[in-house]
């Protein structure tokens, strides 16, 4: 058996998903324009969000679209957006330490590589999977409800602090600082 005719559809979708994560990160990382690190995240979360849904976990990859790409990343978004000056180079992401975190970069790819290649991996047949979406909706609204309340409400909470902290910082600008 060749290695084209061995590769099925789900290998293709992982290998596109891994580059999309790699490409993404890499200008997460090395992009001198915070937009443009702030957007790639999205496609960085977005390839995770894939690779969980590939590994047939549908509620984990919900909430990572959710809470990562949906919240998480919109409000960074926001912040980047809303931040004055931002586009200029000098003042939006600096390249400090490059050199450093490319060598350390490649040191542990190296190393993650190399234990890849030692591991006894083995090929499961079944492809019979459960979805996980039912279990984990019985145990927060049984087992774990308590739990899952008080989580909401403090997270309720910190979205009230947040909300109450920009209020304090526009209050404060002097007057000709709120029309600009």
Known sequence: ???LTAIGL??????IFALLIIGCGAVVAFSRN??????ALM???AGVAGLYA??????IAAVQIMVYVGGVLVVILFAIMMTREIGRAESS?????????????????AVLVFIALQFPWT??????????????????????LIPFEVLSLLLLAVLVGAVMLVKKEIKALPPEEKSS
């Open 1 to 3: 058996m060749t290695l």
């Open 10 to 15: 789900s290998d293709i979708a992982f290998f």
């Open 34 to 39: 915070i937009v443009h690190s702030g957007f």
């Open 43 to 45: 496609g960085t979360f």
């Open 54 to 59: 590939l590994a047939f976990a549908q509620f």
């Open 93 to 109: 992401n600096p390249a400090v330490g490059r050199f450093p975190a490319v060598l350390l970069g490649v040191v542990i790819g």
């Open 123 to 144: 090929i499961n047949p079944s492809t019979d999977f459960d979805p996980t979406v039912n279990d984990l909706g019985d145990a927060l609204l049984s087992r774990f």
